[in-house]
């Protein structure tokens, strides 16, 4: 098998890539990248009639999915320079709780004609908001009924999970939904297109379709939450759940032409695109935390038993690897919250000099908030521009910079955006930690990881060594490790782990001193996250209502 190569295939938010790794030793050999036509459709439907979607709205076009696919397979085998005959399989990673109504061959409902300009028919993407009400009720009653299954999800559950998405579409467009034969992942949707097989792959099912201990919530708990829900699983989610590194079947012919490979090859269960980079990055032992970081940010860690964590987003049972529990929480925004200042805060001179010197914004606004002192800003700041996802759940929050005066410079505002979003990485490893989950060692992955003032804050922050894997795709390379599984070419997860990925271990150390300092600062922040995110203070909430009824009175306004 040394000769050997798969295909990785990463469905990221905007693009989808594939690597073609050797199976002996991850070498990756080639890549290909390319990004979707209509992207996120948040504010304007774009794929279909122009109209103005509403607030919370994040939904994509399937078709991208397919258009990169067939672009990027082609793509990464050219520039591999590989035969083709030398693959043997095909992983997958996709975003998770990314969610497709379709009919019993695969056909998404939007590609139907009398659902084209309906927005519950299309894809609705991780970071669809809007079953947010569908997701508070399910809780209430999960709470009322004792309901076992809820403590997997810390007590909480998020409206990016399948569930409330489904129940949402169901009550705002019940005729989508009676339509409806099938309601998957989208990291199932691609698998069942390249097989004709439709499986769902227990590491997604577990943490993003209420899939515990080989069951789904019951039909008396469904009936509860609608009487037309009761059935949901038996008839629109009816297939085998198929442990990670499983064969899911062969490569149809139709998609062998398109894709340049050998039909049959395996096409491996897919997995969710944060969870493949801990195989990538060699971090599936316990007390191993893996951060995936980039427009958002995942955390996964595995422990030998199974414990109750407040917030944690998922707790799945051979998550990462057979014969321990993996556990996930993540941030709805990391890198998206930096992106927002630059673009949207940053004075034109800032933009100026960066172009003068050859070098981006974010270096330039790292480079001159490095040398503070920690606190000299005066700022401390809450990272939920896109809502919060752990430990409170909770998509009506907002973000906010307390402590601005008329001499606040944008690299102060900047650092104090860098450090929020830490201190929300360290809530959750504090929230781990305090459940009796050990946290040894962080392993890094991701875009970010360019940025070492912030990889040192991390480490500094989080009271955490930090490793950084050596892989600049780690999505498509942890997803080709599971495809060489499927393929049969190691037995399990852990030895292809070892074989194929890579990490630099303990580049950063915690630097003490600044840990003692920042433990001041932190301080402020649990306090804020608190009191806006745990009752003392609705007033997030109350704005975004506000804003929700302002936009629904000016579309309104426009329509008459």
Known sequence: MADKFV??????????????????????????????????????????????????FALQDPSDYIEALTTIVPGAIADAGVDADDIIGIGVDFTSSTVIAAKSDGTPMCQLPEFANNPHAWVKLWKHHGAQDQADRIVKLAQVRREPWLARYGGILSPEMLLPKVLETLERAPEVYQATDVFCD????????????LTFAQGDSGYKRTYQDGKYPSKEFLANLNPHFADVFETRMNAPVVPLGARVGGLTSKFAEQLGLPAGIAVASGNIDAHVTAAAVQAVENGQMTAIMGTSACYIVSDSQCREVPGVFGIVDGGIIEGSWAYEAGQTAFGDIFAWFVEDCVPASYTEEAQRRGITIHDLLTEKCADQEVGEHG????????????????????GTILGQTLTTTPEDQYRALL??????????????????????EMVVAGGLTKNHFLMQLMSDICRVPLSVGATEQPGSRGSAVFGAVAAGAYPDVRAASQAMGGKLEGVYQVDEERAVQYDALYAEYARLHDYFG?????????????RRQARLRAREVKRG
């Open 186 to 197: 989208a990291v199932d949707w691609i698998t069942w297109q390249l097989t004709e097989v």
């Open 534 to 546: 745990r009752g003392g203070n609705q007033v997030m909430r109350r704005l975004k209502e506000i």
């Open 7 to 56: 295909v990785g295939l990463d469905f990221g938010t905007l693009s989808g890539r594939a690597v073609i790794v050797r199976v002996g030793d991850g070498t990756e050999m080639g890549t290909a990248v390319h990004e979707y036509a209509h992207g996120v459709m948040d504010r304007v439907f774009s794929a279909a009639d122009g109209q103005k979607l509403p607030p919370d």
């Open 379 to 398: 700022l401390i700041a809450l990272d939920w521009h896109n809502g919060n996802r752990s430990v409170l759940a909770d998509s009506k929050l907002s």
């Open 419 to 440: 450090e929020a979003a830490v201190f929300g990485a360290r809530t959750i490893i504090e929230s781990f930690r305090n459940a009796g989950i050990e946290i040894n």
